[in-house]
């Protein structure tokens, strides 16, 4: 469905599971919501603000899920968590824009965040893309930083196995996620 008012684009992606993860921007369109939907309910929307996301919910009728935003969406992401109180399970941010930027999550107050939040950057990724990473799992509280091996910015297809294998199981135990908040790496 097309709301040209609000910027908002959504399209049930499908998936199967009881547990449903809007999935944002190009995320939605990856292998990696493929893969997601033999796990989880996906639901595919491409919004500009927290404000348009808000709306999709309503429109789609949901009160709890997961938020997968790759780095074009994840400031919209962030700042949807800061106001989405105890509907939003977890959040999980594929190589977001750098902190150290202009960008809008340098203004967030990040340490607001209340659901777990996996941040996953690739060993290749620029320097600044790693140090990004680390001052995410400082500033929010609940954060899993960690690092996919061999993947550039693109670590949907650069390692789409690694990637979604640790996506599902943060998904899957949120806090109970087996890696620890320090720095992660996910090799081959």
């Given at each position: 469905?097309?709301?040209?008012?609000?910027?908002?684009?959504?399209?049930?992606?499908?998936?199967?599971?009881?547990?449903?993860?809007?999935?944002?921007?190009?995320?939605?369109?990856?292998?990696?919501?493929?893969?997601?939907?033999?796990?989880?309910?996906?639901?595919?929307?491409?919004?500009?603000?927290?404000?348009?996301?808000?709306?999709?919910?309503?429109?789609?009728?949901?009160?709890?899920?997961?938020?997968?935003?790759?780095?074009?969406?994840?400031?919209?992401?962030?700042?949807?968590?800061?106001?989405?109180?105890?509907?939003?399970?977890?959040?999980?941010?594929?190589?977001?824009?750098?902190?150290?930027?202009?960008?809008?999550?340098?203004?967030?107050?990040?340490?607001?965040?209340?659901?777990?939040?996996?941040?996953?950057?690739?060993?290749?990724?620029?320097?600044?893309?790693?140090?990004?990473?680390?001052?995410?799992?400082?500033?929010?509280?609940?954060?899993?930083?960690?690092?996919?091996?061999?993947?550039?910015r693109d670590i949907v297809a650069d390692r789409p196995d690694a990637l979604y294998a640790v996506v599902?199981?943060?998904?899957?135990?949120?806090?109970?996620?087996?890696?620890?908040?320090?720095?992660s790496a996910i090799n081959p």
């Amino acid at each position: 469905m097309e709301d040209s008012g609000n910027h908002v684009s959504s399209q049930k992606t499908g998936g199967v599971g009881e547990k449903t993860v809007i999935m944002l921007h190009s995320s939605a369109k990856s292998a990696l919501g493929d893969r997601l939907s033999r796990d989880f309910r996906i639901i595919a929307v491409e919004v500009r603000t927290a404000h348009d996301l808000a709306g999709a919910l309503k429109q789609h009728n949901i009160s709890n899920f997961s938020l997968v935003a790759d780095s074009l969406s994840a400031s919209a992401a962030m700042a949807f968590a800061l106001e989405s109180g105890d509907s939003l399970e977890t959040l999980t941010l594929i190589a977001p824009q750098a902190i150290s930027t202009n960008g809008a999550a340098k203004d967030l107050p990040l340490e607001e965040i209340k659901p777990p939040t996996l941040v996953l950057f690739g060993t290749r990724d620029e320097v600044a893309a790693q140090e990004s990473g680390r001052i995410f799992a400082r500033r929010i509280p609940r954060c899993f930083y960690t690092l996919v091996y061999d993947a550039g910015r693109d670590i949907v297809a650069d390692r789409p196995d690694a990637l979604y294998a640790v996506v599902r199981d943060f998904l899957l135990y949120a806090d109970k996620f087996v890696f620890p908040h320090e720095d992660s790496a996910i090799n081959p």
